[in-house]
């Protein structure tokens, strides 16, 4: 992680590591997905559970959607990572891959009473927590094979007066202020389904992305695409050649900034937002076969 942070790296770990899944089956060239009920809590959700000593993420999905659902089949792919905060106060995060159905055996257990299989819109109006929306969105995009890609162009939190700063601008660090934007971040988009995590060298802008890298248990990469200096050019080229599906990217307004008007330009992207980008502040870009097509614009909490 970033060093100089304003709060300690063990503050935004999680104390409970879990793996679960998506599961689907295809009904008449449709999918359905799988929700169980837990007894004890009296909710709906996703298959998932926490990892045995030694056991791997995606082995403990298998096993979670076994033990609780008596269903087996064929993991697909990687989704992303969320984070929440348990009722208990404790700070988990959850690794969710997809699964198709081959075979189905429930048994009514401790953990799961009942199971059921629902059209993607009437499962995430049945899903007790909201964070599963987003999994199951995604599920059902990859389950049919047009997933497309999402990135969250994050411009980093306040850094203070770069004009007082007297050492190197790469070194300079997020202030208080910037520290409660990075707070903010965090919160919204630690429910949110991420693969990978990825910002300029700066200082200010690994700093403004690592507490949720850290909550999701994912490593901070840098890009030189990200750093101040960068092009729209060398942007698009980056978020072409990403394999992730799901990405952060952190950089600067002198980066975004000639970025985002060269996507208003172009008339084959839904562009919504007005054409800001101050501190904290987030993009969402959509992309279908490399190409951004979509980007929405979200202000700093």
């Known amino acids: ?71 087996t089949g064929v993991v697909e792919d990687f989704i992303g990572t969320v984070g929440y905060v348990t009722g208990a106060g404790n700070k988990k995060a959850v690794r969710y891959w997809l699964l198709q159905a081959k075979d189905e055996a429930f ?14 819109k009437k499962a995430m109006a049945k899903a007790t927590y909201s964070r599963d929306e987003a999994i199951i969105t995604s599920a059902v995009q990859m389950a049919k094979g047009r997933e497309p890609g999402t990135f969250y162009l994050v411009r980093h939190a306040d850094a203070g007066n770069k004009k007082k700063w007297r050492k190197a601008d790469v070194v300079r660090p997020i202030s208080k202020k910037g520290q409660e934007q990075v707070e903010s971040l965090t919160t919204r988009l630690v429910r949110t389904p991420v693969t990978n995590v990825i910002s300029s060298p700066s200082l200010r802008c690994e700093q403004t992305v690592a507490p949720l890298a850290a909550r999701l248990g994912l490593h901070v990469e840098t890009a030189g695409a990200l750093r101040r200096e960068s092009t729209p050019e060398k942007l698009t080229r980056l978020i072409r050649k990403s394999p992730g599906r799901r990405t952060v990217l952190c950089s600067h307004g002198e980066t975004i900034g000639p970025f985002i008007e060269r996507l208003a330009e172009d008339p084959k992207v839904d562009l919504r937002g007005p054409m800001e980008w101050p501190k904290g502040s987030v993009w969402v870009l959509t992309t279908r076969r490399k190409r951004v097509i979509k980007a929405r614009y979200i202000p700093p909490a």
Not at 30 to 53: F, M, N, Q, V
Request: charged share 40%.
């Open 107 to 120: 048994k009514p257990n401790r953990e799961v009473d009942k199971i059921r299989w629902f059209p993607p």
């Open 1 to 71: 992680m970033a060093k100089k942070l304003l709060r300690r790296e063990s503050d935004y770990l999680p104390t409970i590591w879990a793996a679960g899944a998506a599961v689907y089956r295809m009904r008449r060239g449709r999918p359905e997905i799988l929700l169980t009920h837990r007894p004890r809590y009296d909710d709906w959700s996703l298959p998932k559970g926490k990892l045995d000593r030694g056991e791997g993420f995606r082995e403990c999905a298998e096993r979670e959607v076994q033990e609780e659902s008596g269903v």
